[in-house]
């Protein structure tokens, strides 16, 4: 017996050293990686292609255009070398010359050299795209948005056109004896290079879309809570579908869930999903901020997102949106403006004081988000801003020194708070939630500050109408609470306020997303032990890169301990991460007196 394959896999790990001021992007025999993703084709141009945009939703597939060809780094392997590759071959290198520089094996170079070649035919077709070529493309693992790129057309004209033309994908069971015995696996995934389905549609499943390739800032947390959230579905007798292409998650785990889809969670194939399964509805707040991205696209096209409506999550996402609905119920902010263009933005500094705070809207763990604190600085942050999302304009916003910072975590249903926790962060505001290290219950709130704290997440609660789970971080400074911003989806600190207050946030969410009664309960002030959450970085992995914390996130894990009061419960935290007490006298502070 030997297996025989008709499917191909491609594994990419995904590299976050753009967090990272002056850090070396060469990769060698060091490993800097910080997750990985498995995309499955019936061929490699189509895996490789799924693969690319797994790893980095921004890019639309092998496409030419991400990087400049610069010699040095077709020699030395770096973390974007995949697009120095697509623009050497573009800028025709031939394979021999792509050999010779980088010892890349020729079969993959002419497998790259092909979807090129390609890319080139559909530019050159524009809007006379036939039926063929459109099949040709999807069986190469072109996406719909790319295509639109290569003929300026839009996304969903291209889908529209490919279904007019009856360009469905199909649905496959990964078989390793190729079709020679029936397969029972539960791996699944969508191919046009194929002619039938390999399973029935009965409908009736709910989907949940996991949080896709770990990276600085979505790693494990949202895993855990995709997989409460499955579970308790499973309790509720629900059937289950989880799309997520990450090979090192619990989610991906085939008894998980009653179906199992390896596949990118971009609109287009979410859409196709729901679409081939007729699902009864679609969770996409418990898998972080990748599945919060596509959820006003999946709204658009009529598909049934359950939970909190798409239209609060934009509002909660979109900083103007969200920041205009805090000023008209006179919830207090840093002072903030949206601004375009630089002359106004140096102006707005100015007249508020640095430092102040760049932040574009709809991104994860503070990706581009900066602390000016000059002119000069402002300049070079806000042409990095850009880069970020060239559609949505940047938030700056005063940014308040010596300040605590709070963060909550809570789930309500139609508006209502069913369960809260509040923890506070040791490290003054400034530090990215992701790297300070936590408290809960808290311990230094007196009753006014927290009774207010209750009455915001009411009021935000009732004015986004939310169903399920959403996270707020405050500023607290003179007795003042101020919003910084709210996430309508579960944070990376639910794991840890479930497992310090014996309460399974998730699973509450979950019943109150699939609208079934919850009472509401007290959890705040816990079961009598303290717990502390603190992180843990890699630093030593990373060649030249500065160990100052700021506003992006750069930890990569992190560890919880419990104790009868913080200080014990911290110091267990410290030594788990591996930080030597030393003999000698040490002051270690967890919060300033004030």
Not at 51 to 76: C, I, S
Not at 192 to 204: R, S, W
Request: aromatic residues 8%.
């Amino acid at each position: 017996f030997e297996p025989s394959l008709d499917y191909c896999v491609v594994k990419i790990p995904r590299w976050d050293l753009a967090k990272f001021i002056r850090v070396s992007k060469n990769i060698g025999s060091s490993m800097k990686s910080v997750g990985e993703v498995m995309a499955i084709g019936r061929n490699f141009e189509e895996a490789f292609q799924k693969a690319l945009r797994m790893v980095d939703g921004g890019v639309n597939g092998f496409d030419p255009y991400v990087q400049p060809v610069k010699k040095e780094e077709l020699t030395q392997p770096t973390d974007k070398r995949p697009f120095v590759l697509a623009a050497a071959l573009k800028g025709n290198y031939t394979v021999d010359e792509l050999h010779e520089l980088t010892k890349i094996d020729k079969w993959f170079l002419n497998k790259m050299k092909h979807i090129i070649e390609f890319y080139e035919l559909l530019e050159a077709a524009g809007n006379t795209l036939n039926a063929d070529q459109i099949l040709q493309a999807k069986q190469m693992g072109f996406s719909d948005k790319q295509i639109a790129s290569a003929t300026n057309s839009t996304e969903l004209a291209v889908r529209k056109q490919r279904q007019d033309f009856g360009i469905k994908p199909f649905v496959k069971q990964i078989d390793t004896v190729a079709g020679e015995w029936p397969a029972a696996t539960n791996y699944l995934y969508i191919t046009y290079n194929a002619a039938e389905h390999d399973l029935e549609f009965p409908g009736g499943f709910t989907i949940v879309v996991g949080s896709g390739v770990y990276r600085i800032g979505s790693s494990v947390e949202f895993d855990w809570c995709a997989v409460g959230c499955l579970r308790e579905l499973r309790n509720l007798g629900k059937s289950t579908i989880m799309i997520n292409y990450n090979p090192e998650t619990v989610s991906t785990d085939y008894d998980m869930c009653d179906r199992l889809y390896f596949e990118e969670i971009s609109f287009e194939v979410v859409m196709d999903i729901y679409e081939l399964e007729h699902s009864e509805g679609i969770i996409l707040s418990m898998g972080g901020q990748l599945p919060n991205n596509i959820a006003m696209d999946l709204h658009r096209q009529q598909a049934k997102v359950l939970g909190t409506s798409p239209e609060s999550i934009d509002s909660a996402e979109n900083r103007f949106k969200f920041s205009r609905m805090l000023d008209r119920k006179g919830i207090l902010q840093p002072r903030w403006k949206e601004l375009t263009n630089l002359k106004s933005a140096i102006a707005f500094c100015e007249e508020v004081g640095y430092p102040c705070l760049v932040r574009p809207s709809y991104v994860l763990s503070g990706a581009a988000m900066n602390v000016a604190y000059s002119n000069q600085d402002l300049e070079t942050y806000l042409n990095a801003a850009s880069l970020v999302s060239k559609e949505h304009p940047v938030v700056i916003s005063k940014f308040l020194t010596e300040a605590k910072e709070i963060d909550v975590d809570a789930i309500a249903a139609d508006g209502e708070i069913l369960c809260m926790a509040v923890s506070e962060h040791v490290e003054n505001a400034g530090v990215h939630s992701g790297d300070a290290t936590l408290v809960t219950p808290p311990q230094d709130l007196n009753t006014e500050t927290l009774e207010n704290i209750k009455r915001i997440t009411r009021d935000l609660a009732a004015l986004l109408d939310v169903t399920g789970p959403f996270n707020m971080q405050l500023i607290a400074k003179n007795n003042e609470l101020k919003v910084i911003e709210c996430n309508v989806r579960v944070s990376r600190s639910f794991p840890f306020v479930s497992k310090t207050l014996n309460h399974d946030f998730v699973a509450t969410a979950t019943r109150a997303i699939i609208g079934m009664p919850v009472e509401a309960v007290d959890v705040l002030h816990g079961v009598g032990k303290v717990g502390v959450k603190v992180p843990q970085f890699s630093f030593s992995r990373l060649a030249g890169a500065d160990v100052q914390l700021g506003v992006e996130m750069a930890s990569t894990g992190e560890v919880a301990c419990f104790g009868d009061n913080r200080y014990e419960a911290y110091l267990k935290a410290m030594m788990s991460t591996g930080f030597q007490i030393p003999k000698k006298a040490i002051l270690l502070s967890i919060g300033s007196f004030k």
